[in-house]
C-alpha cells in the first residue's frame, strides 16, 4: 500500500486532516468545556482557593511554599498583570543587554531554562524567562474553553507590550514555539532573530476546528489507566525508513488519554518522569 491509498482510510491521521482540523458541532465559535462528571481517577480538588478576576475569570494560583528550595533556582519572581491574572517571569541579567525571551513549552515552566540563564547573563545579555499563563508560577484559568490557541498568541503580545521589550531574540520550545513564532511573525518589527528548539511552526486553524479529536465535554477515560505508552512508542521506534507514514487514529487519541491521565494522577509529576518512561521503551 503507498503513502497516497493510506492517507485516503478511514482512521488515520494524516497531514490533511491535521490541517483541516475537525469540529464536532462545525460551529465558528465552539470552545471546549468541562465534563460535569469529575473523573473517578482524578484526586478531588476540593478545598483549593478559587480566585476571581473582574472579568468573571475563575483561577487558581499554585502555593508559593511549592516553589521554594528549588534545585539550581535561585532567580527572583517577577510579576505583570495581563487580562487581570497574574504572569511570572524571570528577568537576570543586564538591563541594558539585548533581550534573550525564552519560551517553555508543556508539561514545563520557567525552571526549564535554569542551566541556561547564567551562561546567557555571562554573555552580558538581558534573560526573560516566562511562565505561559497556566504553568508554573502564573495563574491558572480553571475553565478549559480560555486555553485556546489565539488566546494563548494574545496573552504573549500583552506580556511583550507590557515589558516594552524590543529587538528580542527569541528562543523557544515545544508550545512555546508554537505560541512565540506565531508572535514573531505578527510582530516582526520586535524581533532580531529566532532559535527553534525541539517545536514546530504553528498552523492557524479556522476558529472552530478540532485537529486532536477532542471529545466535547472533555471526558476522561479512566480505563486506559496510567500512560503505558508500548504500543504507541512501537509506532515510532526503529529507523526512519520503517516507520508507519501515519498513526491510527484510535491509537492516537488513546495514547492523547493516557497523557491527560498520567499528568493528572502522578505524584509529583514532571517532566522528566514522563520522557524517563518513554525512553525506556523506544
Known sequence: MNRNQMSKQKGLITKEKFIHGESPTKI???????????????????????????????????????????????????????????????????????????????????????????????????????????TGRSDKPIDIGFHTYEHHVAILKKFIAALKIENITLFCQDWGGVFGIRVVGDLPESFARVVAAHTIFPVIFPKGMNPLLIPNPVKIDCSLKDADFKQFA???????????????????????????????????????????RILSII
Open 28 to 134: 465558528p465559535n465552539w470552545r471546549l468545556i468541562d465534563s460535569p462528571d469529575r473523573p473517578d481517577c482524578v484526586e478531588s480538588e476540593e478545598g483549593i482557593e478559587i480566585y476571581t478576576t473582574k472579568n468573571n475569570i475563575k483561577y487558581v494560583r499554585t502555593p508559593e511554599e511549592r516553589f521554594q528550595n528549588l534545585k539550581d533556582f535561585p532567580y527572583e519572581p517577577h510579576y505583570v498583570q495581563v487580562e487581570d491574572l497574574r504572569m511570572h517571569y524571570i528577568d537576570e541579567g543586564s538591563q541594558s543587554g539585548e533581550v534573550i525571551l525564552l519560551l517553555h513549552g508543556q508539561p514545563s515552566w520557567s525552571y526549564l531554562y535554569r542551566k541556561m540563564i547564567p551562561i546567557l547573563t555571562k554573555a552580558n545579555f538581558r534573560v526573560i524567562a516566562v511562565d505561559n499563563i497556566g
Open 234 to 276: 512501537g509506532s515510532y521506534s526503529g529507523s526512519q525508513e520503517t516507520r508507519p507514514k501515519e498513526v491510527s487514529l484510535e491509537l492516537f487519541l488513546k495514547f492523547f488519554q493516557r497523557w491527560v491521565i498520567f499528568t493528572l494522577t502522578h505524584p509529583n509529576f514532571s517532566a522528566s518522569t514522563l520522557f524517563n
